[in-house]
């Protein structure tokens, strides 16, 4: 057994204009006062982190990640959810995930696929780069329009989109492999990959590809009712990364895992800061002690309620009470007696 890493902390969420959270240097100096070991870093924003620099350059990669680790911070992975979206986009959604986009692909699906792609392949260089052996990314979604079986679904359309959402992502799997990196889905709503059975529709049809991994949030699969303790005993080997997010659903007569339109604040499902919400994190870090998981509890901050820098505080401390040190020795090793074959076989009746 081995023991998680942590605690880190998904940056996404905290960069802004204004400092600290509007630089490498500060940032990262301000995660490591709240009391992170680690950060999960977005590759969109060029004030954290240049990837065209990242992906050319692993000397570059070094001295960027040196600065870190001056202010007290590892990268424990780097994120590419933004352009992970654009890789598969429904025409339905064209217009609300142009804005992921650089400005020269806007309006354009073709060239804004081709560019997500490009800046996949740059950010899977840029992990190689800089030691890492995980990525987090979206799936993107064909199907997702058609979620609800209402109208009935024409015969074939499901697998026409996993057919497509996977010849896309098959090179992009390919080059993973060729830069040592796992390429974690996010298991998310919203996503043609969002739950087990999707997840795995998508990893037959990449011929059960190696770099084809999980990052598990368990706040995904409250909001979904999933049972998300027996998720993680079935795709243990498929779990590559770990959000630390918390979630309550609070389901009533008016309102229940759809949401009615509401805003956060006013749905059944929403989610929390770690420890506020429903989530079973003691039996969860339990788990992934007992599977031998060598990766990272992340913080990833969303909270309808909680202010983001007491969120940001309190889940690092979270972490640290919740991260299982595990034994290297049974609890029982006192009792135990010198291995004695002949005692053994008499014990057995073979020997008398």
């Not at 400005?103 to 560019?115: D, F, L, S, Y």
């Not at 005993?233 to 895992?257: C, L, Q, S, W």
Request: charged share 25%; hydrophobic share 40%.
């Amino acid at each position: 057994m081995r023991t998680i890493k942590g605690p880190g902390l998904f940056l996404a969420q905290f960069i802004g204009t204004d400092a600290p959270f509007d630089s490498w240097h500060n940032i990262t100096r301000w995660a490591a006062d709240c009391g992170y070991a680690g950060v999960q870093v977005p590759t969109n924003d060029p004030r954290i982190l240049d990837l065209d620099q990242a992906a050319a350059s692993r000397d570059w990669c070094s001295e960027w990640a040196g600065k870190g680790s001056q202010n007290g911070v590892v990268v424990t992975e780097l994120s590419t959810h933004l352009q992970g979206q654009l890789v598969a986009v429904h025409p339905a959604y064209d217009a609300m995930f142009d804005g992921f986009a650089a400005p020269a692909v806007r309006g354009n699906p073709k060239a804004r696929q081709e560019w997500a792609m490009d800046q996949m392949r740059k950010a899977l260089t840029a992990s190689k780069h800089l030691g890492l052996t995980a990525m987090v990314t979206f799936s993107g979604a064909l199907a997702w329009p058609y979620v609800y079986p209402w109208p009935q679904r024409p015969a074939g359309l499901v697998e026409e989109a996993f057919d497509e959402l996977a010849r896309r992502w098959r090179p992009l799997l390919d080059y993973a492999d060729e830069c040592g990196v796992d390429l974690c889905f996010e298991i998310h709503p919203g996503e043609d990959l969002h739950d087990g059975d999707t997840f795995e529709m998508f990893l037959e049809r990449v011929d059960n590809h190696p770099r084809a991994k999980m990052l598990y949030d368990p706040s995904h699969y409250v909001l979904q009712q999933l049972d998300y303790l027996d998720h993680l005993d079935i795709y243990a080997e498929r779990i590559g990364m770990f959000h630390v997010k918390d979630a309550e659903f609070n389901p009533t007569g008016r309102k229940g895992v759809y949401g009615g339109y509401q805003p956060w604040l006013k749905r059944a499902g929403r989610f929390r800061s770690p420890g506020d919400g429903q989530v079973d994190f003691g039996a969860i870090f339990s788990k992934f002690a007992a599977m031998d998981f060598d990766g990272w509890a992340v913080v990833e901050w969303e909270c309808c309620l909680k202010h983001p820098e007491d969120g940001a505080r309190e889940g690092a401390q979270f972490v640290k009470n919740h991260i299982i040190r595990v034994t290297e020795k049974a609890f029982d090793d006192f009792a135990a007696g010198a291995t004695d074959r002949a005692a053994n076989r008499a014990l057995l009746g073979l020997e008398r």
